[in-house]
């Protein structure tokens, strides 16, 4: 989750709500300055280069990071003749890009018909993430989509005991479980793989991807579909639930010192937009 993706407070989905006596707009943007050092990899070439981006944050989507013109080689970008409308900020020009004796359509696009309140975004261009080969913050790369600074992730280990159970049957328990909170999601419960009954969890072919904890696998219990899965090797920001199990509480018995687990706000991840769909391959190789 993020400011306005998710269940975040500026999205339509958010689980919170403003303490205000008037409704809220429907669709609410916000913008403001990265303050990290962006830098954009096309066909073996850096074609832009940026200490201020801007990053804008609307609902359901991913944060954009808007470039300023001069921190983008100019010969990059191809002007055409495409144009559509953004709802809420104007008329959106489009560019192919080109470098590298590589040209792709329709990669990059300004918003040039912007009103006065979103005067930060002017002379800004976007890059299409999907088009470019890569986007880094300074010399590390990031994927899915720019980082999100209101995305928080903490870890906190527990003594209380945490047990599953599916059909009867005793899947895992544990008297040192660790439970992660991340913005805008409930928490979820994993527990060290020897806690857990490996002759209980099927591995299955499906794997998803989290720009801020890696690839998870998932696991078949019994004739339940992905009740559980685990970040085998997670990013060392969260490596405390590296090669850990979760399980899902809406699929499987869980309870936490005898008190059942039952699904909540936040327990559920929407499906990705258009900024996702890395391939596996691509993301084991992140940092090249």
């Known amino acids: 989750m993020g400011l306005s993706w998710q269940q975040g407070p500026l999205s339509t989905t958010r689980i919170g709500h ?3 006596p008037d409704p809220l707009p429907e669709r609410m943007l916000f913008a403001e300055r990265l303050r990290r050092r ?22 359901g989507r991913y944060p954009v990071a808007y470039f300023p013109r001069p921190d983008i080689l100019p010969e990059a970008l191809v002007a055409g003749d495409h144009v559509t409308r953004h709802k809420d900020l104007g008329d959106t020009a489009w560019f192919a890009v080109r470098a590298g004796g590589r040209t792709t359509e329709r990669a990059a696009w300004e918003l040039v018909a912007l009103p006065d309140h979103a005067a930060d975004l002017r002379g800004r ?18 994927l899915g989509h720019a980082a ?8 906190r280990g527990t003594s209380r005991e945490l047990e599953v159970r599916s059909q009867g049957r005793v899947v895992a ?16 419960w994993y527990v060290p793989r020897a ?14 991807f989290c720009p801020y904890k890696g690839i998870a696998e998932y696991y078949d219990i019994g004739g339940v579909r992905k009740a559980a899965w685990s970040y085998r090797d997670a990013y060392p920001e969260v490596g405390r639930i590296d090669d850990l199990v979760s399980f899902e509480p809406d699929k499987v018995e869980v309870t936490l010192d005898g008190r059942r687990l039952e699904p909540e706000p936040g327990q559920q991840v929407l499906p990705h937009g258009v900024d996702r769909g890395l391939d596996t ?4 190789v992140r940092r090249r």
Do not use: C, K
């Open 125 to 142: 261009i976007a890059f299409a993430w999907r088009a470019m080969d890569a986007f880094y913050e300074e010399d590390d790369r990031i």
């Open 281 to 284: 391959d691509e993301v084991l």
């Open 195 to 208: 806690d857990a009954d490996r002759t209980a969890l099927t591995p299955v072919e499906d794997r998803t």
């Open 18 to 20: 403003f303490l205000l």
């Open 148 to 155: 999100d600074a209101y995305h928080r992730i903490d870890i």
């Open 38 to 59: 962006m830098r954009v990899r096309f066909a073996g070439e850096w074609i832009a280069d940026s200490e201020d981006v801007v990053l804008l944050h609307e609902p």
């Open 173 to 188: 328990r544990s008297e040192h479980p660790v439970v992660l909170y991340e913005s805008g999601f409930a928490p979820r």
